[in-house]
C-alpha cells in the first residue's frame, strides 16, 4: 500500500500482548502498526519490544531468538546479541561491533494487565502515561476471562462506536437511546451513556461508563448488581486491521454464585453487542466531514479530543505561521478511510477468537 492511501496509526501506548502470556525468557514474534516485531521478557521478568529484523543478514528476532543470561536477545542465525534499547550489544565471532548494529528498541510499559507499546509516527518519546487502575493483582477483584477479535477495521472507528449514541437502538437493541455525557481532560476521555436495557430478561437502568486513556487503552465500568469492569485496548495490526481485547474483571465483593452469574451473563452480552458492530465497522467508510443531526452523541468532540495523536504531517501554515490542525486533522482522517472491499476475516465471524482463561 503507498503512502497516500495509507491510514495514519495513532500515536500513543497500545497493548502488543497480554501480560500473563509472556513467560520470563519467552521470545514471541508479533505484528503491530504494519511493522514486524519481536517481544520477549528477560530473566529479571521486564518485557521488551524490539523492530524483528537483525540487522546483520535480516533473519526475524521472534523465530528461534532466546534470552541470554544478560538479558540480551540473540539472533537465532549467527548469535548477534541486542540488549533492550536495540543496540547489538555482542558478536560472539567478532572483535568490534559495527555502528550501525542497531535496530529499533520500544518504549514498553505493563499496566492493567497488558504489556504497552509506545508508537509515534515521528519516533518520538511518550509524552503521555496510562494510569494504572489498580485492578489486576487488587484481590478484591476477579478476572472471569478475556477474549480477543481482529476486526477489518481502524482504530478510530472502535473508538467512536462509544459515543455514538443512536447506533446503541440499531446494532445493540437498546430499549431505548441512551443519555451520552462526555468529558475530556487532557490524555483522558470518558463517556457515560445511560438507558434502560434488557439484560437476563429484566427492564434495568443501564450505565456503561467508558474512560480512555490515550487512544489505545480504556476501562469499561458497569454496575449490573455487582460492579464490573472491562479493561480493554485496540492495536492497529496493519493500515486496515485491528486487533480489540476485552478483560473482564467483577468486584469480588458479591457472593460467588451471583458473581459467575453476572460475569457470565455480561461477558455474553459484551461479546455478542461487540460482535454486532463488526459487520458494521468492517464495511462502512470514515467520513471526515459528516452529516450529523442534534440526536447524535458527540462524535465531533471526541474527534476534537483524539486529534492530538494524529501525525503531524501535510500541516498547513496558516497566516500567523502555526499549522492549521483542523485541516491536519481532516487529510489525515481522510486518509484513514478504508478503500478496499470488504473481506471476511479468518476464523469465525468477525474474527472472533476463542476466550482464553485468565
Ligand atoms: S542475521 Fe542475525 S546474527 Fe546474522
Ligand atoms: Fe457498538
Not at 260 to 265: F, G, P, T
Not at 295 to 300: F, L, R, S, V
Amino acid at each position: 500500500m503507498n503512502r497516500q492511501s495509507a491510514p495514519p496509526f495513532l500515536n500513543g501506548w497500545f497493548a502488543v500482548s497480554w501480560s500473563h502470556r509472556l513467560r520470563r525468557g519467552q521470545v514471541v514474534p508479533i505484528k503491530s502498526f504494519g511493522r514486524e516485531l519481536v517481544l520477549y521478557r528477560d530473566r529479571d521478568g521486564c518485557a521488551h519490544v524490539l523492530d524483528a529484523r537483525c540487522p546483520h543478514l535480516g533473519a526475524h528476532l521472534g523465530h528461534g531468538g532466546r534470552v541470554t543470561t544478560e538479558g540480551h536477545l540473540a539472533c537465532p542465525f549467527h548469535g548477534w546479541e541486542f540488549d533492550a534499547t536495540g543496540s547489538c550489544a555482542n558478536i560472539p565471532y567478532a572483535r568490534k561491533i559495527p555502528a550501525r548494529a542497531k535496530i529499533h528498541g520500544w518504549p514498553v510499559k505493563e499496566v492493567n494487565g497488558f504489556i504497552l507499546a509506545y508508537y509515534h509516527n515521528e519516533g518520538k518519546a511518550p509524552d503521555f502515561d496510562v494510569p494504572d487502575l489498580g485492578i489486576i493483582g487488587d484481590r478484591r477483584w476477579s478476572c472471569h476471562g478475556r477474549r480477543e477479535w481482529i476486526i477489518k477495521t481502524q482504530q478510530v472507528e472502535i473508538m467512536e462506536n462509544a459515543v455514538d449514541r443512536a447506533h446503541f437502538l440499531y446494532v445493540h437493541n437498546y430499549a431505548e437511546m441512551p443519555e451520552v455525557t462526555h468529558e475530556a481532560e487532557g490524555h483522558r476521555f470518558r463517556a457515560v451513556a445511560k438507558a434502560k436495557n434488557i439484560i437476563l430478561g429484566r427492564r434495568i437502568d443501564s450505565v456503561l461508563d467508558i474512560t480512555l486513556h490515550g487512544p489505545g487503552c480504556g476501562d469499561v465500568r458497569l454496575q449490573a448488581g455487582p460492579k464490573v469492569c472491562i479493561l480493554s485496548s485496540t492495536t492497529p495490526i496493519d493500515e486496515t486491521t485491528v486487533i480489540h481485547r476485552m478483560a473482564f474483571m467483577v468486584d469480588r465483593s458479591v457472593n460467588i454464585l451471583t458473581r459467575h452469574v453476572v460475569a457470565r451473563a455480561v461477558i455474553h452480552r459484551a461479546a455478542q453487542e461487540f460482535t454486532n458492530d463488526i459487520p458494521i465497522w468492517e464495511n462502512k467508510s470514515f467520513i471526515a466531514r459528516p452529516v450529523l443531526c442534534d440526536g447524535d452523541g458527540p462524535i465531533m468532540k471526541l474527534r476534537k479530543w483524539y486529534k492530538r495523536y494524529l501525525p503531524a504531517q501535510e500541516g498547513r501554515e496558516t497566516e500567523n505561521g502555526k499549522t492549521d490542525t483542523m485541516d491536519r486533522t481532516e487529510k489525515a482522517l481522510e486518509r484513514s478511510a478504508p478503500v478496499t472491499p470488504h473481506r471476511a476475516s479468518a476464523g469465525a465471524p468477525g474474527g472472533l477468537k476463542p476466550a482464553f482463561s485468565p
